[in-house]
């Protein structure tokens, strides 16, 4: 998914040091995804609070919206890089075209994973079928060793596995017996964790990852080992867990709930996230920006670094305008 902020802020991300034992409960942004009519998500990741958990960068929660109200979504082609998509939905169905020549239908318990590398180009649009759509679009940032690897798309079907009273079904990585075969370039998890009302899970997770977990329905009480009590996370929310937990419990209230559990080993690079491109400086963010304005946008050269998406009707989106000032390293 793109991100269609009008005025998207530079933000400069420098290696964070995790808080300690307290769990850190990151409230929701509202994001309107193009004009009046348009599709809104709630946007956890990133924010002046934490900016990375492990190398999951952004985080954007959404629905369940009425599609014939909001209109669905409709994303015109639009550039990345530096990072991999992953698309991850509860309902509805999402049909994907890239530059790569991929074209996919994503649907729920099924993973779209896209890596763009050096750089693609992307399309993202409900489909006809789809009354309700309700689910969570995330990114993770390459490492600068794998930052400038050609582009390519992976599609993976997942399996539930029970684990006390929780229904899991692992979407990157692994964890308690499951797990799906994508391509991750750090040690990543991603899983969907669905729980009764008054359920309770006790997952046993990598002690090197620090943890998230996004609240989609429902209430859930996070409890981790190092942890001084429990944590209520409300709907939307995204709870934060250093590393060093050996154990994390997940626990529903009174009506059944479901969230999103993100890890990953804490991200030790200095990156630069501006619209849908990650780099490592200004200029390196301000060339990508005027290769695709030229290139695609200007049709100076539509086979250059971000290709062109086959088969979309309609025209590509451009990038906003740069800020004003350079942005300067601040530690």
Known sequence: MSNLERDPVELLCPPERPPGPVVQVLAPREVPLGGPRAMHVRRTLPQRGRTTIGAWCFVDHYGPDDVAASGGMVVPPHPHTGLQTVSWLFEGEIEHRDSAGSHELVRPGAVNLMTAGRGISHSEVSTPATTRLHGVQLWTVLPDASRGIGPFFEHAETTPVAVGDATLRVFV????????????????????????ARGL??????????HGVLVDSG????????????????????????????????????????????GGVPFGEEIVMWWNFIGRTHDEIADFR????????????PDGRF??????????????????????PRR
């Open 173 to 196: 990585g692994s964890l308690a017996g499951g797990e799906v075969d994508v391509t991750v370039f750090s040690p990543l998890l991603g899983a969907q964790v669905d729980l009764p």
């Open 201 to 210: 899970v006790e997952l046993e997770v990598d002690p090197a990852f620090e």
């Open 219 to 262: 209430t859930i009480t996070v409890e981790a080992d190092g942890a001084d009590a429990a944590t209520d996370v409300a709907w939307s929310e995204l709870a934060y867990l250093g590393p060093g937990r050996r154990r994390v419990a997940l626990r529903a209230g009174d009506e059944p709930a479901r969230a999103i559990l993100l």
């Open 290 to 301: 005027r290769q695709w304005q030229a290139d695609v946008i200007g049709h100076d050269n």
């Open 307 to 328: 290709g062109t998406v086959a088969g979309y009707d309609g025209s590509a989106l451009p990038a906003p305008e740069l800020p004003t000032v350079r942005l300067k």
